[in-house]
C-alpha cells in the first residue's frame, strides 16, 4: 500500500509540474488589441452547445443603442413568462475593457440562467481604446437605468434584479452602484462581483501583495493589466476616479448587498478582498469567498467544473437558496474547499 501511495503521490508531483510549466508559457505580458480580440471570438466556436433561448434588444444611452442579450433559464420560462419574469442578472462581462462580447459570453449566460433559474440580461458595452472610460461605463448605467426603472421589455420589481459581472465587468458593477447611488436615480439591492479589479496599480509599487505573488505565472499577469489600464483609462485624473477604481472610493457606504468571489492564483486576488473588507466595514451586508486552486477567468469553464460548481452554490444560497443542484451538482465539501473570509454586517 505504502509503495502505490508513493507512486501515485510521484505522479501527481509530475502532472502538477507539468501544469505549472504549461501555465508559465501561456502566462505573457503585452496585449495586441486586435489580436486578443481575436482569440477571444474563438469561444463562438462552442462543441458543447446547451439549449438556450434568447432575445436581443436595445437600450440608449442618449444617441447611442447599447444591445443587450435576454437569457431564459429554460423552455418553460421562455413559454410563459417572456414579459413578466420573476428575477433578472443583469451580467457584465469581463475582458479587460477591451475585448469579449456578449457573442462570446453565450455559454457562460446561458448555463448562469440555467444554474440559478434567473433570466440573465447581459450587456454589450462599448470597449476601449476606441471608447475610453467612461463610455463603457455609462453604457452599463444607461442599461441598468432602464431595468430598474421597469423601461424594458422584462418587466420586474427593483428588488429582483442583482448587478453581476466578471473582472472587468465586476468592475464595471462596482462602480455602477456607486455611480446608481451618487446620481440617486435607482439602487441596486444585490451585487455579485467575481474576482473583480478595483484598484489601479499592479506595478511592484502595489499595496496588494498577489499582484507580485500571481502576476508573471498564471495567465492573466500584472504587465497585462497595466496594459488594459492604459488601453482603458484616457488621463491620469481618470485612473484616480472611484468610478474606474472603485476602491478608491472614500465613501463606501449605501451600497447593495455584495457577494465577491475571488480566485487564490489571481493577481486580483487581494484587491477585491480588500474591496470587500472595505464596503463591510462601511456598514454593508458582504459576503467574501476565496475559490482555492482556482486562477483568474475560471467562472468561464463548463458548469461541470468544481471551481464552477463551487460557485454556484455560493452565488444561490447568495440570491435566496435557490436549490438547484439538479444543474450546478452537489458539493458535500465545498464549505471545506472555498474559504469564506468573512461575511455579515460590522
Not at 434588444?57 to 419574469?85: C, L, T, W
Not at 484616480?240 to 476602491?247: D, G, H, I, S, V
Not at 444560497?317 to 450546478?328: H, I, K, S, Y
Amino acid at each position: 500500500m505504502r509503495i502505490v501511495q508513493t507512486v501515485w503521490r510521484d505522479l501527481y508531483n509530475v502532472i502538477n509540474n507539468a501544469a505549472k510549466k504549461i501555465l508559465k508559457a501561456l502566462s505573457f505580458d503585452g496585449i495586441e488589441v486586435e489580436a486578443s480580440r481575436h482569440l477571444a471570438d474563438l469561444k463562438k466556436l462552442d462543441p458543447m452547445k446547451i439549449f438556450y433561448r434568447t432575445i436581443d434588444q436595445k437600450i440608449y444611452n442618449g444617441s447611442h443603442q447599447v444591445p443587450v442579450r435576454i437569457f431564459f433559464p429554460n423552455e418553460r420560462a421562455y413559454e410563459k413568462n417572456q414579459s413578466d419574469p420573476e428575477k433578472i442578472l443583469l451580467f457584465l462581462h469581463g475582458g479587460g475593457w477591451v475585448t469579449e462580447s456578449i457573442d462570446n459570453y453565450e455559454r457562460i449566460c446561458a448555463r448562469m440562467a440555467n444554474a440559478t433559474n434567473h433570466f440573465v440580461v447581459s450587456v454589450e458595452y462599448r470597449l476601449a481604446p476606441e471608447h475610453k472610460f467612461p463610455a463603457g461605463l455609462e453604457d452599463c448605467y444607461a442599461a441598468a437605468k432602464a431595468i430598474f426603472s421597469r423601461q424594458f421589455l422584462l418587466n420586474v420589481e427593483p428588488e429582483d434584479i442583482t448587478l453581476i459581472g466578471d473582472s472587468a465587468g465586476g468592475n464595471l458593477a462596482a462602480a455602477l452602484s456607486l455611480m446608481a447611488r451618487d446620481r440617486g436615480e435607482f439602487l441596486p439591492r444585490r451585487q455579485i462581483l467575481v474576482y473583480p479589479a478595483t484598484y489601479n496599480d499592479y506595478s511592484e509599487h502595489s499595496p496588494f501583495p498577489s499582484v507580485r505573488e500571481n502576476g508573471t505565472d498564471y495567465l492573466l499577469t500584472a504587465g497585462k493589466m497595466r496594459d488594459y489600464l492604459d488601453l482603458y483609462a484616457g488621463s491620469e485624473e481618470d485612473r484616480q476616479n472611484p468610478y474606474l477604481a472603485p476602491y478608491l472610493a472614500e465613501d463606501l457606504h449605501d451600497q447593495p448587498d455584495t457577494l465577491i468571489l475571488t480566485a487564490e492564483y489571481d493577481p486580483l486576488r487581494d484587491e477585491g478582498e480588500a474591496y470587500g473588507k472595505r464596503l463591510s466595514e462601511a456598514g454593508n451586508h458582504v459576503q467574501v469567498k476565496r475559490i482555492e486552486g482556482a486562477l483568474h477567468g475560471f467562472f468561464a469553464l463548463g458548469i461541470k467544473h468544481l471551481h464552477v460548481r463551487e460557485s454556484f452554490r455560493y452565488i444561490n444560497e447568495f440570491l435566496g437558496g435557490n436549490d438547484r443542484e439538479a444543474e450546478v451538482g452537489t458539493l458535500a465539501a465545498s464549505g471545506q474547499r472555498g474559504k469564506a473570509l468573512f461575511g455579515g454586517k460590522q
